[in-house]
């Protein structure tokens, strides 16, 4: 609720309260289901549990709805069946109520439900059972009966506040208001039957805790809520039936704390249970006559009865009310006897009363569209406006529901068949209802004095009394006035001392004889009055010497509590001054552990970025192995391929030599074969072709044989004629020296075709040198004829062309460096080989080592 922030309750506590507005209870529902009234009648509502009800449609509805059948179950907070006692009843609703009332807090109990359903019986009873009402002011008033204030020291004013007034001002009121007729209520006279059996209650029952420094007064009032006008049932003007707007309607005021009250509305102080239900019972009274004069419809009212407490500590010596009015409370308790909540068609209404009755339904209304807002805005966190002041009844307890407070309700029902309609309107109102919640009032605090001080002095007055007691004086201060009045009387009246006859011999003897008398008294009351002066004295001196001898007690035991206190300061100092220590020790602590704490967080750097670095090496590291392993397979498979052409040479060459051997046996055949006519030429011509023979099959030159010169050579006179072998790959070095070979054929790739034509082979050949400068190298060699019809070449000298920079290994990363240092080293050891290799032995018979012959074209690795 948007308003529960506001300090309110008990109005007139100026005292700052906690808030703990945070802290919400919902309206208590209750359920009272009353007796049905004739035996065998149909019912329509059952107590299935202590907190749930069943209510089923009758026999008369369910033919009337084609036999529909239906049965809805309600809970609450508990329900009373029908053999449920008043006091049970009062216990559970009512009782919290009062306590809370004593501790200052506000609240508010209603009954609802239709007419006959027992509102009334539950509110204020029927002879014999006495209801909520007497039982609360019954419980207020044992509670506080032994500390309660003399008549008038609390005054309400009429702006809903209350102030006290000091006991000689409190008992001039009571002169002043005494010398007038004296209002029923005060005067002491024998309880009405009819009340004594209503507030019979006899339970004695109470709060425990009461605070004994407090006094308390009760203030009651009760009014009525007819067709929205406000009435005072306790206002003594006599009632004028020709008067239509009589008696006078009231209005609502809000006072300071937002609590709405009636203005100008009669509030009676009111000092026991019976006083104050004997006020009640007037109000009732009139207003029973108030409705026959009227014409009024009874049920169709609401009545209000509020119970005001105030109360006010006590001084410090325990003997006065403390008049400091932000120490005054005053908490109010509202007991509410709802109109019936049946419609209007239902009782039948007519005429004027319809209209009236229309209006009585007016304010139900408002309160139930009041409580659906609330729930609505407390459930759903909207913020509806609440309709309080469509109606008075709402607007007067606005602040129970905006402020604080306890809000308890009794749903009365009765089970009886033909209720069934209303009695579920009243249902699902409760339902509602139960939903709503209410701030819970906050605890009053406590005046800051010493507790138990009233019966210190209660004790002490005793105390003196007694002691006045045993010296025979005076039992009771009080009775001064009255000792005295009584010695007056035993004063002998002076007798008239006319002398009107000079022969009268009687009237002076007899006034000698009563002033004799008199004197004689006076003597004696002299004396006894010296006697009394004596004793007070020496009481006083008794009083005196006690009090010394207290006070010098005190003062020994004052001493020694000081002793206690000083050593407890001491205590207190070494205490203080190790914490001081330990303080500066934590101090220290704390900024090691800051030092610890930043010198591990660098470690815990430092470990990180090491870490990181050791899994790049690692990475690294993988990948190089990965690398190596491909290298290595590359290889292995490059060899694997050399070792099988290797093998298909040799045996190529074997074949030839097989071939060579099958001709000379052909050869030989031949001649051993030949006419013998030819004989005598034989041996030379025999030997010729032999030589030619051996001529044409020697051999191929041995891989390893020291080379040989030329078999075949071009004739020199003709000019070298060269083969260029350029790769693509090379790149174009700005070098003055550029290798030039004139009418040379310019290859890019070696191919047997140009060597066919050529005697002199030369490949460019570049690389990174060590020094990260391109060098260039020209590999040089002759060109041979092979017997298998192939060109080999056999290499003869490497130039080497290399041009350096002076700043020396900055070219490296120049970014006309062409290769990353990764293919250049790998190139060192494959490129050079592959390249030359393509020179080029096609055939088996090659005289060049193994190193460089290839039959592949060179292979460039991907990087
Ligand atoms: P209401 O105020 O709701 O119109 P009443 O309190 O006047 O109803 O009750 C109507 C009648 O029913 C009264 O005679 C009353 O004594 C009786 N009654 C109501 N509730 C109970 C109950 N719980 N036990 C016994 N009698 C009851
Ligand atoms: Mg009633």
């Known amino acids: 609720m948007k308003a529960a922030a ?84 009062f216990d559970v609703v009512a009782k919290p109520l009062v306590e809370d009332l004593i501790r200052g807090k506000n609240g508010l109990l209603f009954t609802y439900g239709v007419t006959g359903s027992g509102k009334t019986h539950t509110m204020t009873g029927s002879p014999g059972e006495g209801g ?111 008067k239509p707007k009589f008696p006078q309607s009231k209005i609502l005021r809000e006072d300071q704390n937002h609590n709405m009250y009636v203005a100008g509305c009669t509030e009676v102080e009111v000092k026991s249970t019976e006083e104050a239900f004997e006020v009640f019972w007037r109000g009732q009274k009139k207003r029973r006559i108030a409705h026959t004069q009227l014409n009024r419809e009874s049920s169709r009212s609401h009545s209000v009865f509020l119970i005001k407490l105030a109360q006010a500590p006590l001084n410090a010596d325990g003997d006065n009310v403390l008049q400091e009015k932000e120490l005054i409370s005053l908490s109010q308790l509202s007991l509410v006897d709802l109109a019936g909540s049946e419609r209007t068609n239902r009782t039948k209404a007519e005429g004027n009363r319809l209209r009236e009755a229309g209006n009585i339904n007016q304010s139900l209304m408002t309160l ?26 709402t607007h007067l307890f606005k602040n129970y529901f905006d402020g604080e407070g306890k809000v308890r309700m009794i749903v009365c029902v009765n089970p009886k068949a033909e209720d069934y309609d209303e009695s579920l309107q009243v249902m699902r109102f409760a339902e509602i209802t139960q939903e709503v919640e209410v701030a819970r009032p906050a605890d009053k605090p406590l005046c800051g004095l010493t507790p138990g001080r009233r019966f210190k002095n209660e004790a002490f007055r005793e105390e003196l009394s007694r002691q006045l007691e045993i010296r025979g004086g005076p039992v009771d201060g009080d009775r001064g006035p009255l000792v005295r009045e009584l010695l007056l009387q035993n004063f002998p009246p002076v007798p008239s001392c006319e002398l009107l006859d000079i022969n009268d011999d009687q009237t ?203 078999r075949h050579r071009r004739s020199r006179s003709a000019g070298e004629r060269w083969v260029d072998h350029k790769p693509p790959s090379n790149i174009q070095t700005e070098t003055v020296m550029q290798p030039q070979v004139p009418h040379a054929i310019m290859v890019t790739s070696a191919n047997e075709k140009a060597l066919a034509k050529c005697d002199k082979y030369m490949l460019t050949h570049q690389e990174l040198a060590s020094d990260g400068e391109i060098e260039t190298k020209l590999i040089k060699g002759d060109v041979f004829k092979t017997r298998g019809g192939g060109q080999a070449v056999q290499f003869t000298e490497i130039e080497t062309l290399k041009q350096e920079s002076p700043t020396g290994r900055k070219r490296r990363s120049s970014p006309s460096s062409p290769r990353p240092p990764e293919e250049a080293s790998e190139s060192e050891w494959t490129d050079v080989e592959t390249r030359c290799s393509v020179a080029v032995e096609m055939k088996a018979g090659s005289h060049l080592g193994p190193g460089y012959q290839h039959h592949a074209q060179p292979k460039r690795r991907k990087p």
Not at 9 to 30: C, I
Not at 38 to 50: A, G, H, T
Not at 60 to 75: F, L, M, P, T
Not at 609 to 625: A, F, T
């Open 368 to 393: 139930r569209t009041c409580i659906e807002a609330l729930r609505e805005n407390q459930t759903y966190g909207t913020n509806k406006m609440v309709p309080y002041r469509d109606s008075k009844l």
């Open 508 to 710: 002076l003897p007899r006034l000698i004889e009563v002033l004799e008398k008199r004197h004689h008294i006076r003597q004696n009351l002299s004396e006894e009055f010296a006697k009394n002066v004596l004793c007070v004295k020496n009481m006083l001196q008794e009083l005196d010497a006690s009090i010394v001898s207290k006070e010098n007690f005190a003062q020994v035991k004052i001493a020694e509590r000081e002793k206690i206190i000083t050593g407890q300061k001491t205590e207190i100092e070494r205490l203080e001054k190790k914490a001081r220590t330990l303080e500066y020790k934590i101090d220290i602590l704390e900024k090691t552990t800051a030092i610890y704490e930043e010198e591990k967080r660098n470690l815990q750097q430092e470990l990180e970025s090491k870490s990181q670095k050791l899994q790049r090496q690692v990475s690294d590291k993988r990948r190089l192995e990965a690398r190596l392993q491909g290298m290595v397979t590359e290889t292995t498979m490059k060899w694997e391929k050399e070792c099988e052409r290797r093998v298909a040479a040799k045996q190529l060459e074997m074949q030839n030599k097989l071939w060579v051997k099958d001709e000379k046996l052909k050869q030989l055949k031949a001649i051993v074969t030949e006419p013998k006519s030819n004989k005598p030429e034989r041996p030379s011509r025999e030997k010729d072709r032999e030589k030619a023979l051996q001529r044409s099959l020697s051999p191929p030159p041995v891989p390893n044989a020291p080379p040989v010169r030329l």
């Open 6 to 89: 506001r300090t309110k309750t008990p109005r007139k506590h100026a005292f700052k309260k906690a808030s703990n507005n945070s802290l919400k209870d919902p309206v208590g529902v209750y359920c009272r289901v009353r007796p049905v009234g004739v035996s065998n009648q149909e019912c329509c509502i059952e107590v299935i549990s202590s907190t749930t009800v069943q209510v089923h449609s009758p026999d008369g509805y369910r033919i009337a709805r084609n036999g529909e059948y239906k049965e809805v179950q309600y809970s609450f907070k508990e329900v009373f069946s029908t053999s449920i006692s008043q006091k049970h009843v």
């Open 132 to 242: 909520l009402l007497p039982r609360c002011l019954d419980m207020i008033f044992n509670s506080i009966a032994p500390f309660q204030a003399k008549r008038y020291v609390f005054k309400l004013d009429d702006k809903n506040g209350v102030e006290v007034q000091c006991e000689v001002d409190a008992l001039l009121e009571r002169q002043k208001r005494e010398a007038l007729p004296v209002p029923k209520t005060l005067g002491k006279r024998q309880v009405d039957p009819e009340i004594a059996d209503m507030i019979n209650v006899q339970d004695n029952c109470r709060l425990e805790d009461v605070d004994e420094d407090s006094v308390y007064s009760v203030f009651v009032s009760y009014i009525e809520i007819y067709n929205n006008y406000i009435y005072d049932l306790l206002d003594e003007s006599p009632l004028d039936p020709t």
